[in-house]
């Protein structure tokens, strides 16, 4: 738990938590993504692409060629389709799938920050959409996401705004916040589950190991970073009541996501 600090000090300390497995319970993008194809966005072609892939990660890892070519899948997916209907759907999977599936022990973590007076940032891969819609629903101050371009009235052009906040991106996107907001990294804490949170865990002073994977837990028990595993709690929160006008604006990134869900599930059964 932190400790509770002077309004002073509390105005430059923030809080960055990952958000699969970290506050919610498996790949969140995965849930949207199979509303999508329920409603067309996709078919059978480009589930057997991410599987393929996803089969090729576990094998052989990343590549950028490999990451290249689902990232230009992905942003297909949701060209020229409307925000608003996306908006639309996020909404309906928050409140019927994800809600449900926030770690009590992660979310009890996210309050004490808040009550403490910290700001609290949502870092992550997982489309903006998903990460500005779990920042408003959890109390948190804002997310750094993945965020798709959208034209003035509202369609997915099919392109990034700038790259994936994945891996050493994740730590750009929170020095950059803390010189915009003028918070002390050095005093601020962070969370996430997997080896590729690394950079963001090392960016602050008071790093934590949240339902950490093998290679986490080992890197973090080496650098004696502290380790929270809140997954033996097997009961949801629903956390439905929360505001309902979220702004969204797209979801391309959401098959990534996916393929690099089912490569931990992958590896896990492996291991």
């Keep these: 738990m932190p400790a509770t600090q002077d309004s002073t000090a509390a105005a430059r300390v923030a ?5 699969d ?10 849930h949207l993504a199979r509303e999508l194809y329920r409603r067309g966005f996709f078919g059978p072609r480009d589930i057997l692409f991410a599987a393929r892939h996803a089969l090729a ?4 890892g990343e590549s950028l060629a490999r990451i290249a070519a689902i990232r230009e899948r992905a942003l297909g997916m949701v060209r020229g389709r409307s925000v608003a209907e996306v908006l639309s759907i996020g909404e309906e999977v ?7 599936r926030v770690f009590p022990g992660t979310l009890a973590l996210l309050e004490s920050h808040v009550a403490a007076g910290h700001e609290v940032w949502l870092v992550t891969a997982t489309p903006t959409e998903i990460s500005d819609l779990l920042a408003r629903r959890l109390g948190a101050t804002g997310s750094l996401g993945t965020r798709v371009e959208a034209t003035d009235d509202g369609y997915y052009t099919g392109r990034l705004l700038g790259d994936m906040v994945h891996g050493e991106a994740k730590r750009a996107g929170v ?7 003028g918070i002390d990294l050095q005093n601020s804490y962070a969370y996430g589950d997997s080896i590729n949170d690394v950079p963001l865990l090392a960016a602050v002073g008071r790093p934590c190991a949240v339902n950490p994977e093998p290679r986490l837990r080992a890197h973090a028990h080496a650098r004696g970073w502290p380790v929270r595993d809140f997954r033996r709690r097997r009961r949801g929160v629903d956390l439905r009541a929360g505001a309902r006008s979220a702004r969204w604006a797209g979801t391309a990134w959401a098959a990534a996501v996916v393929v690099r869900a089912l490569v931990r599930w992958v590896r896990s059964r492996a291991a």
């Design 15 to 19: 809080a960055f938590f990952d958000v």
């Design 21 to 30: 497995n970290t506050i919610v319970r498996g790949a969140s993008a995965y």
């Design 57 to 60: 990660f576990a094998v052989n």
């Design 94 to 100: 928050y409140d019927e799938v994800l809600g449900s």
């Design 175 to 181: 020095e950059a916040l803390a010189r915009e907001r």
